[in-house]
C-alpha cells in the first residue's frame, strides 16, 4: 500500500475556477504534511504546510484531518500560473518524506 | 546561495556501466535525501541521510548505494546501471526533521540503454 495517494487528475478548469485536491496517508504516525508544485521537468517546490487546525495563503487553502488521515487542498479563482502538478507530502520523521503521484491542474483560459 | 547542486543534468550509460550522481547543498542542511521520479509513480525515496557519516535506506535502495562523509556532500552511485533506473532523479536537503521544507537541486534525466 503506498503511503500517500492523490487523486489521479488531470484537473483542466477555467480561470477563476475553484478546484480542490484530495489527499490520504496511511500511517498514523505522520508527524508534518504539505503541499508541493512541480511544474513540468523542474524539481519540486514548496507551496505551502498543512496544519491541523487548516491554513490559508492567498488563495490557497490546505486542511488536515488527522482522524481520517486526510488532507486537502482548495484554490480558488484560478489563475493560468496555477497550471503544474500538485503533490501532496508527508513526513514520517526523520527526513523521510513520501509523494503521491501528483495532481495535474491546467488552468484554461 | 546556491542552494542545492546536482550534477550531471542529463546522462546516457549502458547497462553494466557505474556513474556516481553529485549533490552538494551549501545551506548547512543536516538532512540529506535522494529521489526517482517515474511516470505515475511519482517521487519515491531511495536514500536519505541524517549527518555527516548517517545514512538509511528509503523505499526503493536497491541498486544504489549513498555516502555522507561531509555535511555538505551527498552523491548516490550506482554500481551496475540498469534500464529500470532509467529516471529523473532528484537530491533534496533540508534543515530539520519535521517542519522544514525540502529544497531540491534541478534534477538529472538518467537514461540506461
Known amino acids: 500500500r503506498k503511503e500517500v495517494e492523490q487523486d489521479p487528475g488531470p484537473f483542466n478548469v477555467p480561470e477563476g475556477a475553484t478546484v480542490a485536491f484530495n489527499c490520504t496517508y496511511s500511517n498514523s504516525a505522520s508527524q508534518s504534511f504539505f503541499w508541493y508544485r512541480q511544474d513540468c521537468r523542474k524539481e519540486p517546490k514548496l507551496l505551502m504546510s498543512v496544519y491541523s487546525s487548516g491554513n490559508e495563503d492567498g488563495r490557497f487553502t490546505a486542511q488536515l484531518n488527522r482522524a481520517s488521515q486526510y488532507i486537502s487542498l482548495l484554490i480558488r479563482d484560478s489563475k493560468l500560473s496555477d497550471s503544474a502538478t500538485y503533490l501532496c507530502v508527508v513526513n514520517l520523521g526523520g527526513n523521510q518524506f513520501y509523494f503521491g503521484t501528483g495532481t495535474s491542474l491546467t488552468v484554461i483560459p | 546561495n546556491a542552494g542545492v547542486t546536482q550534477t550531471p543534468k542529463f546522462q546516457v550509460l549502458k547497462t553494466g556501466q557505474s556513474m556516481t550522481l553529485q549533490c552538494a547543498q551549501d545551506?548547512?542542511?543536516?538532512?540529506m535525501s535522494w529521489y526517482r521520479q517515474d511516470p505515475g509513480m511519482g517521487l519515491r525515496l531511495i536514500h536519505y541521510?541524517?549527518?555527516?557519516?548517517?545514512?538509511d535506506q528509503g523505499e526503493v535502495p536497491n541498486g544504489y548505494n549513498v555516502s555522507r562523509s561531509t555535511t555538505e556532500d551527498f552523491p548516490l552511485r550506482l554500481l551496475s546501471a540498469a534500464p529500470s533506473q532509467t529516471s529523473v532523479y532528484f537530491c533534496?536537503?533540508?534543515?530539520?526533521?519535521?517542519?522544514?521544507?525540502?529544497?531540491f537541486g534541478s534534477g538529472t534525466q538518467l537514461s540506461v540503454l
Open positions: 533534496a536537503s533540508s534543515q530539520g526533521q519535521f517542519r522544514e521544507k525540502l529544497f
Open positions: 545551506m548547512n542542511h543536516e538532512y
Open positions: 541521510s541524517v549527518g555527516a557519516g548517517i545514512t
